[in-house]
């Protein structure tokens, strides 16, 4: 599936973009860095498309299943895009669901100390 061997990749060059290039070529990371975010906002689109196919509140339908949180924490991964995944007219459209899914997880965020924007 695309979220697990494509989005997940992707946003993992865009996180460690030197592990891409030469020792201590920050032009060349940062390219790669750049070319992640492109790359994940193409691939964020598929997202759009899939949740916006079936009108639903999860990512197949209308039941929470396991990709739902794989793809909460991807789509977390993108809050400092210049267009992140909250962006996207369906994950706005599902903010509250997105609100569910964070109540499901609210003893994780409290451990981790993650603060908003979640996604």
Known sequence: MWC????????????????MVDEGDAGAAAQVKAHAEAKAGALLDQVEAALGAHGGDWLLGPTYTAVDPLLFVLCRWTRNFMRPARSLPARRRLSAADARAARR????????????PLV
């Open 4 to 19: 697990t061997n494509s989005l997940q990749a992707t946003l993992s060059h865009y996180f460690y973009p030197h592990r």
């Open 105 to 116: 997880w609210q003893r994780a965020f409290a451990t981790e100390k993650l603060l908003p």
